[in-house]
Antibody
């Protein structure tokens, strides 16, 4: 059974950037959309954006425009989320998830990002 | 952004009960609603997609109904493993937005 394995927790200072990875354990991401979703106590679950099966960004939430990038490696086995200009409000659990264009049926285990000075 | 208002925020129930959770969209979204279950320390798992389609492998005691602006997730014959938090999500318009969640607790 395929799994999505995410990178380890991160501790960053305000203003810094972070890269989180998400690797498919068996198959690739080919043919699937990949979504990034974060979860924080206040806002709850927030959809950040997604990549199409061809690896092109389909959309980003306005909240992250200009400081988020979603990419994948050439083998389409690993996806990356880059988030820059971090603030305390970016402290959250970040999930990658694979599925259709508007839903996800396979999720990573989550990567905790803590932004603290 | 489309707002998804989920209710109740929590409920207490017993094994064997029938439980219903509702989600109301701030505008009509057709059948573009998905329902997820999340257990403590775990990632969400999709239960129902496109309002009423049961995800493969999900027990048939879960069902989803609704269209337009009103949607319901029903759990029949609640089982011990069903005590969790449930979220609706609209997939009609980006940014895809989630409800605030319903925590189903043991009575």
């Amino acid at each position: 059974q395929d799994r999505l394995v995410q990178s380890a927790s991160e501790l960053k200072n305000p203003g810094a950037s972070v890269q989180i990875s998400c690797r498919a354990s068996r198959n690739t991401f080919s043919g699937y959309y990949v979504h990034w979703v974060r979860q924080a106590p206040g806002p709850g679950l927030q959809w950040m954006g997604s990549l199409s099966p061809s690896g092109q960004p389909t959309a980003f939430a306005d909240l992250f425009q200009g400081r988020v990038a979603m990419t994948r490696d050439a083998s389409a086995r690993t996806m990356y989320l880059q988030l820059s200009s971090l603030t305390f409000e970016d402290t959250a659990l970040y999930f990658c998830a694979r599925g259709g264009f508007n839903y996800a049926d396979l999720w990573g285990q989550g990567t905790l990002l803590t932004v603290s000075s | 952004d489309i707002q998804m208002t989920q209710s109740p925020s929590s409920l207490s129930a017993s094994v064997g009960d029938r439980v219903s959770i509702t989600c109301r969209a701030s505008q009509s979204i057709g059948a573009s609603v998905n329902w997820y279950q999340q257990k403590v320390g775990k990632a969400p798992q999709v239960l129902v997609y496109a309002a009423s389609s049961l995800q493969r492998g999900v027990p048939s005691r879960f069902s989803g109904t609704g269209s337009g602006t009103g949607f319901t997730l029903t759990i029949n014959n609640l089982q011990p493993e069903d005590f969790a938090t449930y979220f609706c999500q609209q997939g009609h318009t980006v940014p895809y937005t989630f409800g605030q969640g319903t925590k189903v607790e043991m009575k």
